[in-house]
């Protein structure tokens, strides 16, 4: 079965970083291009970082571009978020996303002092 795992997540001061894990089992990890979204209080689920399959393309959200860093390892089947000089408008549940069908369930992200 399909499962989306995501990791990494927790309380991080401003300017702080993080990284955020995607562990994938259960599809051919490799075929599907992956993303990262989040959902903040109060607000809709925006895509953060989108990859392509290879892992050569990518887009970002402008109000983390020159912060955040999506990335995969195609050979361990994990997809990876660095997020830098984090700001507390970060705080949401991040979310992984392979292709368009599989989600994972999340994982917390507050950035507060």
């Known amino acids: 079965q399909v499962q989306l795992v995501e990791s990494g997540g927790g309380l991080v001061q401003p300017g702080g970083s993080l990284r955020l894990s995607c562990a994938a089992s259960?599809?051919?990890?490799?075929?599907?291009?992956m993303s990262w979204y989040r959902q903040a209080p109060g607000k809709a689920r925006e895509l953060v970082a989108g990859?392509?399959?290879?892992?050569?393309?990518?887009n970002y959200a402008d109000s983390v571009k020159g912060r955040f860093t999506i990335a995969r390892d195609n050979a361990k089947n994990t997809l990876y978020l660095q997020m830098n000089n984090l700001k507390p408008e970060d705080t949401a549940v991040y979310y992984c996303?392979?292709?368009?069908?599989?989600w994972g369930q999340g994982t917390q992200v507050t950035v507060s002092s």
């Open positions: 996303k392979a292709g368009t069908r599989y």
């Open positions: 259960g599809f051919t990890f490799r075929s599907y291009a």
């Open positions: 990859l392509s399959m290879s892992g050569a393309s990518t």
